[in-house]
């Protein structure tokens, strides 16, 4: 199997679009020794307050908020075109009811203490900047709600500085 190397955010060169919209990422985040993850495809990478920066939006029945709240990191990784079903199941099964991790076969590895998968073949480092809650009155397209939140369950959006990405060679 490849190896990961270290590359700067400006050499990343691949669709955020593609990448997260519709390969779809994990966010994985460690909480008192213990590790959740769960599939997104909602967020962006981009350039805030000086630094580069992730922001994902995550909903708050999911157990992986907990591990996010709970900790000062995270990890967004990425997989090659055959990891569809792994993410399916990761993202319709609660780490509250299955370890969904081993079942998926995933190996947990870390970088600075932070954890992330040796199968993945992108991995982007974060440390949590700014946390805040999605309100109703925000919304200029009001239909969003309509759309997105039938049971008020409103995301908490994440922006997280990007400490370090590796990819596999
Ligand atoms: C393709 C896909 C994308 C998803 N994107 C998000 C997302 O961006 N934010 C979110 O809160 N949930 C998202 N989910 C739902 C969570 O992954 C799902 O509820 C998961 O089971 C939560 O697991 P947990 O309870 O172990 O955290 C997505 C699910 C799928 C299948």
Redesign the pocket.
């Known amino acids: 199997m490849s190896k990961f190397i270290e590359i700067k955010p400006e050499e990343f060169n691949v669709s955020p679009f593609q990448l997260i919209g519709k390969d779809?990422m994990l966010i994985t985040a460690e909480k008192d020794g213990k590790i959740?993850t769960?599939?997104?495809?909602?967020?962006g990478l981009g350039v805030m307050w000086h630094k580069n920066v992730a922001y994902?939006?995550?909903?708050p029945q999911?157990?992986?908020k907990e591990f996010v709240n709970g900790s000062n990191t995270f990890s967004l990784t990425f997989f090659n075109g055959n990891s569809k079903k792994m993410?399916?199941y990761?993202?319709?099964?609660?780490?509250?009811d299955e370890d969904?991790i081993k079942k998926s076969n995933l190996t947990i590895i870390y970088d600075n203490g932070i954890p992330y998968f040796k199968e993945a073949v992108r991995a982007i480092f974060c440390k949590k900047l700014f946390a805040q809650d999605y309100k109703p009155e925000s919304f200029i397209e009001e239909e969003i709600i309509d759309d997105c939140y039938p049971i008020s369950d409103f995301?908490t959006l994440y922006i997280a500085e990007i400490t370090k990405i590796l990819i596999k060679e």
Do not use: F
């Open positions: 779809y959740n769960m599939t997104a495809g909602w967020g994902v939006v995550i909903r999911r157990y992986t993410l399916g990761l993202g319709t099964t609660s780490g509250r969904k995301h």
